[in-house]
């Protein structure tokens, strides 16, 4: 089962931002507005081949008449830029999700952003925000080539509140020198590959209150996420609304056994702990955390879990369903 909540869009405009990187603007056939979102959210686009992919809202989200997101077209990816980049036309419509955020902007006297390539997306707003608000920021921007960097020309008016860097020309950010020191204060967003958000997440590890600091978007599952997992064993899983109940075996997913039982209140999209789409109250028992969404505080308030991924570190869980 998919996201709920999804509308049929129509794509008015594809654009070339970069080397791989298409722009697409959506728009409802009828002209009606669009939900509201704020800075960080990401909506989910329903593909012609099948394929269910997230991408940051990187427009003005003042803009209720469109979306706006910009793909990367993955040559190693598993098909779903690929498909838009070679199949997808103007005029065209897609299943689009309401928007969600699991990266959302919060209050802070200074902001620290950091992307790597397309991870600029969600930050675009975030500095528009930033803006309007009076907040003190900056913007560190990596990338392989110039040529493959979208919204460098956009950025350029901020001037010394950006740093440009690629790779070809200057090696890697100079994290060292951005994170060396904690920032009181301060709050650092960064999205990109996963090497340089473990890089970030390194640098920053030794600060106060490191966890409340620093915000990660994450395009792929953590690495090493499996590394503090209990052990998968059978549970046993409370459908609080009906009082049903079911086992979940050891080589099954929570999420995979309820679809099977035909339970109608779960939704996913990504099915590896990305997206939060399957984010569950959990109102009995302590759930084994492997998801790459919920935040530190999250975690330890066992309130909430990621059923696609996450088990249970007791023999039972209650969930909201």
């Not at 199949?87 to 969600?100: I, K, N, Y």
């Not at 915000?215 to 953590?222: A, D, I």
């Not at 995979?256 to 109102?283: A, I």
């Amino acid at each position: 089962m998919t996201v709920t909540d999804t509308r049929k869009l129509t794509v008015l405009a594809l654009d070339r931002l970069a080397d791989g990187v298409l722009g697409l603007s959506l728009a409802d056939p009828a002209g009606l507005p669009l939900p509201a979102w704020t800075p960080g959210a990401h909506v989910d686009l329903h593909l012609g081949n099948g394929l269910i992919r997230q991408y940051s809202l990187c427009g003005d989200p003042a803009e209720q008449d469109r979306y706006r997101v910009a793909v990367l077209r993955e040559p190693n990816g598993r098909g779903g830029s690929a498909w838009i980049h070679d199949h997808l036309t103007v005029g065209e419509t897609l299943q689009v999700s309401a928007p969600r955020n699991n990266f959302a902007l919060e209050s802070s006297p200074a902001l620290l952003l950091i992307a790597g390539g397309i991870g600029i997306t969600p930050l675009l707003p975030m500095i528009a925000a930033a803006e309007a608000a009076g907040t003190d920021w900056r913007l560190l921007y990596g990338g392989r080539a110039g040529s493959s960097m979208a919204f460098r020309d956009e950025l350029a008016r901020h001037g010394e509140r950006v740093t440009v860097v690629t790779e070809e020309e200057s090696g890697l950010l100079d994290l060292d020198a951005a994170l060396g020191e904690p920032l009181a204060g301060t709050l650092v967003y960064c999205c990109g590959p996963e090497g340089l958000l473990d890089a970030v997440a390194a640098r920053t590890a030794g600060w106060p209150d490191a966890g409340a600091s620093l915000r990660l978007e994450r395009f792929h599952p953590k690495a090493a996420e499996g590394v503090e997992a209990g052990p998968d064993t059978a549970i046993e899983i409370e459908l609080a609304r009906t009082g049903r109940t079911v086992i979940v075996p050891a080589d099954q997913s929570i999420l995979d056994v309820l679809e099977d039982e035909g339970v109608d209140d779960c939704f996913s999209s990504c099915r590896e702990g990305t997206c939060g789409t399957c984010e569950t109250d959990v109102l009995g028992g302590e759930p084994d955390h492997r998801d790459s969404v919920l935040s530190p505080a999250d975690r330890e308030s066992g309130r909430t879990m990621l059923i696609c991924v996450s088990r249970a570190r007791t023999p039972r869980l209650v969930l909201d369903l």
